[in-house]
């Protein structure tokens, strides 16, 4: 039974560009998180997705973020224009349902912006 | 003021010693995670815990939901238990998918 799976592990950018993180949940999960982990700080809610549904963008950033859960395929988190603040490991998870269920993370996208 | 707080920030330890890592959060809480997070690595879910005490192997998570706070111990600690362990809690109401995180506890177990 594969494990949540992300992709790419490493990004580089360069300012300007798009970047576009995948991630696949684990088997029978319909529940999708993304989370940003900045240097030298704990990792931080971005948004929460069901199949083809934002159920909580909080936490993502207001311009140049966005992300999709499509009803075939991965979760995708597209950040337009990069810009070196950007930079960061960026986790997914998922689970079967939300609530107190379990999050089972990913291996994280590590996105490098020069 | 972080809602979550962990200490210490970095621990060393001699191979064999009994590890503790705390953890203190101010909110009310629907459950509390350990993460170990490996360097350049994923993060694994350790624990999920909303009273009581878990045990799986060496490792030990217990919560006291009266005092906000808990604890991870590591019974006869190994270099492979090094890493970065993540106290983490899910909010309440209809917003307990959030979590919020600690910054982390950097432990190194040297042979």
Redesign the interface.
Known sequence: NAGVMQNPRHLVRRRGQEARLRCSPMKGHS?V?W?RQLPE?????MV?LQKENII?E?GMPKERFSAEFPKEGPSILRIQQVVRGDSAAY?CAS?PS???V???????TRLTVL | K?E?EQSPQNLTAQEGEFITINCSYSVGI??L?W?QQHPG?????LF?L?SGKKKHGRLIATINIQEKHSSLHITASHPRDSAVY?C?V?ATGG??????????TLLTVNP
Do not use: C, R, W
Not at chain 1, 41 to 45: A, C, Q, R
Not at chain 2, 41 to 45: A, D, E
Not at chain 2, 95 to 104: A, I, P, Q
């Open positions: 529940h998180y989370y700080e704990g990792l931080k809610f929460y909580d909080s986790f689970s939300g609530g107190t379990g999050q089972f993370f990913g291996p994280g | 972080n979550v629907s459950a995670h993460l690595g994923g993060i694994v879910s999920m909303s993540i983490a899910g917003s307990n998918y959030k979590l919020t995180f600690g910054k982390g």
